[in-house]
């Protein structure tokens, strides 16, 4: 494979003695600078405390035509997304599709039509702001030289952007204190090899530039978060660097703080919090059905949605960011509707590997004879988002037998396995112990769009920095908070 550097050429060997210093400074350096997670919920101090963010002790390489690619393509995922979510009819269709198969994509979908009888089809606030991210691993065959694939595209409450810029700062430090020494592989880790990652000051330039279209001095932006949580800081960051670059003050609550404390106005149509207005709601939490922890939440998110607020994302925009959308585009026709520029659909076709529903026409049928026949070479998902939801090869047929009735497999799509480099070498520094092994590296994209919805007029689009994730070769899933991942950063080769 040529591209990639491979096991026998990178990361430098070092001995165990530089080992124990590099892990020690990249440790007191992520402590210092906030490359933190707040400490498991089950220790005492879990608000007062908390560790350095599982990171790899090297940053990873990454092809940089195909780097450079992947941040090219951003602004154009971020308005086909966009347009997806405008488009009621195509989303209506989504929605059959998952009615009586998946109860939160329909309770989502259902508070939606209830908002727009509410409003009398005229949203109190029609602009809406995406900070999205798009996933990507590295494809490679036997055949091919390496390219991007994409995993999936995160609508909602797409996260690390705070942490990824210090990741990056933390393996540019340490390459610059001269402690990842000298031995061969170390004549990659130049300067301009390494680059500075904007994720933090671009999501919060996102929500900035949502602020100002809002046009209300003093008004803040609500982070709508989950209780106790441990990526707490990742969204500090973004908090922070708002209140710096554009003097907008963020304010913290639960969807159960929202419930109590929030405020609709019924003529004005503005959102208060604690008597604050609301310019902006970003959601970091709301993704998931257990973040719904009573009927009083979901009444919050209704208030929010009747607002005149700008919503990070509207209903609309969650539900676009559904598994199952990302599926129906896989079909030209399809996408054409969204992209009609050949070109430009052809540029985003490139990333797409194949994905299957599981309904009853052709392609679900083509789908059920796949599981039998080559499963391994497939992950089933279901409607989900955060992690550890996803079923592998083998597990396939029998999983989708078990489950009680099989018209519920509809709620599952069908995708082709990306094939990463399998000779890729690192090690990940996880509460202080180092761990060396073949690694796998999904590379996210952030971009920020504000957009009208009602005259579809695109009002900023722009890409926003970048995360690497980094999981062992023999783990599934990528979750950094999770378990099973680290944050990284990229070495352009
Ligand atoms: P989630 O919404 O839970 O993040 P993802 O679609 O991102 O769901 O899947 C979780 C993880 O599973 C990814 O980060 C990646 O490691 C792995 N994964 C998902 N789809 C594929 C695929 N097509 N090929 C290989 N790995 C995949
Ligand atoms: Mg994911």
Redesign the pocket.
Known sequence: MSAILNAATYPPTLTEEETANLAIALRDWSLSQGLIIRAPTESNAADEASMHVPLTLHPSPFPKNLFDQALGLQTVFNELYAKVADDYEFLTEITKELAGVDDFMSDLWKLYLEVDEISGGVPAQPLTLGLFRS?Y?LHTTSTAEPSIRQ??LNTISASFGGLSSRAADCHRFLRKSGLYGTAAGSEFLKDENMPVNPSARGLARGLGVAHNAYGVKDSIVLFVVQQRERNAFDQRWLEYYLLEDFGVVSVRASLEDIAEFGELDSITKELRYKGRHVAVVYYRAGYTPTDYTSPATWEARKKMELSKAIKCPSLATHFAGA?KVQQVLIDELVLAKFVPDADVRGQLRTTF?DILPLDDSELGKKARTLIETCPEKY?L?PQ???????VYREKIPGYLKALKDETLWRGYIL????EPPQDVRNAIIRAGKVTEGNVIS?LGVFGCVLWDSKSHEIKQNFEAGWLLRT?FADS????VAAGFGSIDSVLLI
């Open positions: 996933d691993l995993v999936e598994k590997v992950v998902k989900r988002e955060g992690g550890g939801n996803n995708m082709e396995l990306i999904e999981k599934e899933e990528g979750g």
